[in-house]
């Protein structure tokens, strides 16, 4: 009986228990649900790089040829330099430049966050291993699409030292890979032990340093090679190319210093700021001057209609979004207050926007038409007591400051060139109708989500109206008014459809913006790589612009 008992109480240390597969354990789940998450990824990310990523690569691949209907020879940057002069040259240079720049400022912040933490130097410096190896397969590939030359072209071409390879480039990313995973791995396994825990942080700054460094580098290569190739024809025309980039890069030294200098200006007191400040706004109007003087030479090589459609774009976004959101936020601050009938006023700012842009287009070509009986001419008739009988709208290519100044009999304004023209004013007019109704809206909806007990409180300590619109309602709103900017700003510099439709050949091109000029290159005149260049150069503004808006957020717009 006590044996009995001994062996069945043994009996559950002799049992043996299955194996259990990697699948099961831990780790391997993880590693199911990091595959799983990915596979649920996989469509999006393949639409992004088919509709998003691989059409702007294969731009820049076009803008390197001569394209007409059919691929023609091989031009290097010679779509860039016939539009822009030797313009492109500096705009590469500084490209190039800021990648180089962005990569130091990563590597610097990288070593800082170390310091900070109490890390030796050697865990993020050991994130670059991985990083090489990422960093040098996805250059290669890229190179290699971006490209799309032969050996025996490149060779041919003179850049067969700069041709990339799409096996070695994938061999070198799953290398990096692996090193990064097996990196984060033993960072896991080690975190319980070392203080260091946050190693992994440093491979993706790692791999964004070594990428923006190698892209710099052999971008300026390319560019010192191609800007030799094209301009070496003869001496002459090697030394003014290099006057007008040395005229172009002394201006954007001056403009640099001189924000720097406002930038330290901000931050001093007293009679200091306001000396500072009166040398940086000097040296602002100085650079301005130099610019207007010596732009005539620095871009006398380039696409005079492309530059005009630039300067057009720039009237027109200039003249459209500050007015345009000013008045939004009026209207929807107004229609915000308890007042009888704002749901039909919200409606009725909103139909301009859901109405067909071509159907209203056409409405104002008819209010705007040169008949001394259209809406607009019997407006400026009754204004001006019936001196001014009719203006031509939409057909006129005289600056609207000129016109105005006529009109009302400002001699100042007589010769005043400058500026847009009344074809393109009728234009943001257009647009401004369109857009107030949809930033009214979004602008009602930003101030809802305010704490009506902040306007109490406010009240209660004494505070008008507007004080309270001005410490409480525009910061609170912020960051919609910065939404909004960005994409007014991005949707004028896109905009084709309307201005399609209002644009008169009488206006002798004052209304073609840069997106029109592109289109009549790009399927009129059936020179598919220059358009394309031009293309890219717009995209690359606009990408500035909207770092620059996200620099200026990261001090000015308030979340919360």
């Known amino acids: 009986m006590a044996t009995q008992t001994q062996t069945s109480a043994a009996a559950p240390q002799t049992l043996t228990h299955?194996?259990?597969?990697f699948l099961e354990t831990r780790?391997?789940?993880k590693l199911v649900e990091n595959i799983t998450a990915y596979l649920f990824l996989a469509p999006g990310l393949l639409i992004i790089f088919v509709f998003g990523i691989f059409?702007?690569?294969?731009?820049?691949?076009?803008?390197?040829?001569?394209w007409r209907i059919r691929q023609g020879e091989y031009l290097g940057l010679a779509n860039f330099v016939n539009a822009m002069g030797d313009v492109a040259y500096v705009a590469?240079?500084?490209?190039?430049l800021g990648l180089i720049?962005?990569?130091i400022t990563t590597l610097r912040g990288m070593l800082r966050t170390a310091a900070e933490k109490d890390i030796p130097a050697r865990f993020p410096l050991m994130a670059l291993v991985p990083g090489a190896f990422l960093a040098s397969g996805l250059t290669l590939v890229l190179l290699r699409l971006i490209t799309f030359f032969t050996q025996e072209r490149a060779i041919e071409l003179g850049y067969a030292q700069i041709l990339g390879s799409i096996p070695v480039g994938l061999l070198l990313i799953a290398i990096g890979g692996g090193l990064s995973f097996y990196l984060n791995r033993w960072q896991h396994d080690a975190a319980a032990k070392s203080p260091y825990a946050i190693l992994p942080s440093f491979a993706g700054s790692a791999t964004n340093f070594l990428i923006a460094l190698s892209f710099g580098l052999v971008l300026a290569v390319y560019t010192y090679q191609e800007f030799l190739r094209l301009e070496g024809v003869t001496v002459t025309d090697f030394r003014l190319s290099l006057l007008r980039i040395g005229l172009m890069t002394l201006g954007l030294i001056i403009l640099v210093a001189s924000f720097l200098i406002w930038q330290w200006t901000m931050k001093q007191h007293g009679r200091w700021r306001t000396i500072m400040g009166l040398l940086t706004a000097s040296?602002?109007?100085?650079?301005?001057?130099?610019?207007?003087?010596f732009w005539p030479i620095i871009s006398r090589d380039g696409d005079p209609n492309f530059y005009r459609s630039l300067q057009v774009t720039i009237f027109y976004s200039l003249g459209t979004v500050p007015i345009q959101l000013s008045i939004a936020l009026v209207l929807a601050y107004l229609l915000f207050q308890d007042i009888k009938g704002k749901a039909f006023f919200r409606i009725v700012f909103f139909i301009p926007y859901i109405a067909p842009a071509v159907a209203t287009a056409g409405i104002f070509e008819v209010l705007f038409s040169l008949r001394e009986r259209s809406l607009a001419n019997q407006f400026i008739n009754f204004i001006t007591a019936g001196t001014t009988s009719r203006l031509t709208w939409l057909k006129e290519p005289t600056s609207a400051f000129n016109v105005y100044g006529q009109m009302f009999g400002l001699e100042f304004a007589a010769d005043w060139t400058f500026g847009p023209s009344l074809a393109l004013t009728v234009i943001i007019l257009y647009n401004i109708w369109v857009f107030v109704g949809y930033n009214t809206v979004i602008f009602l909806a930003g101030l809802g989500n305010i704490p009506n007990t902040l306007y109490e409180a406010a009240a209660i300590d004494g505070a008008g109206q507007w004080h309270m619109?001005?410490?409480?309602?525009?910061?609170?709103l912020s960051p919609i008014t910065y939404l909004l900017s960005v994409l007014a700003v991005i949707g004028t510099f896109k905009a084709f459809t309307h201005i399609w439709v209002l644009r008169d050949a009488a206006a002798?091109?004052?209304?073609?913006?840069?997106?029109?000029y592109f289109f009549e290159t790009f399927f009129r005149g059936t020179r598919f790589g220059y358009a394309t260049s031009m293309a890219i150069v717009l995209f690359i503004i606009i990408l500035i612009l909207t770092l620059v808006q996200n620099k200026i957020a990261e001090r000015r717009v308030f979340y919360g």
Do not use: M
């Open 27 to 29: 780790r391997g789940r």
């Open 283 to 293: 040296a602002f109007i100085g650079a301005g001057l130099f610019f207007s003087t």
């Open 55 to 66: 059409p702007i690569f294969y731009a820049g691949y076009v803008s390197l040829f001569q």
């Open 101 to 103: 720049i962005y990569s």
């Open 508 to 516: 002798l091109g004052t209304t073609d913006t840069a997106s029109v």
């Open 18 to 21: 299955p194996d259990v597969g």
């Open 469 to 476: 619109f001005r410490h409480i309602t525009l910061p609170l």
């Open 92 to 96: 590469l240079a500084l490209f190039c």
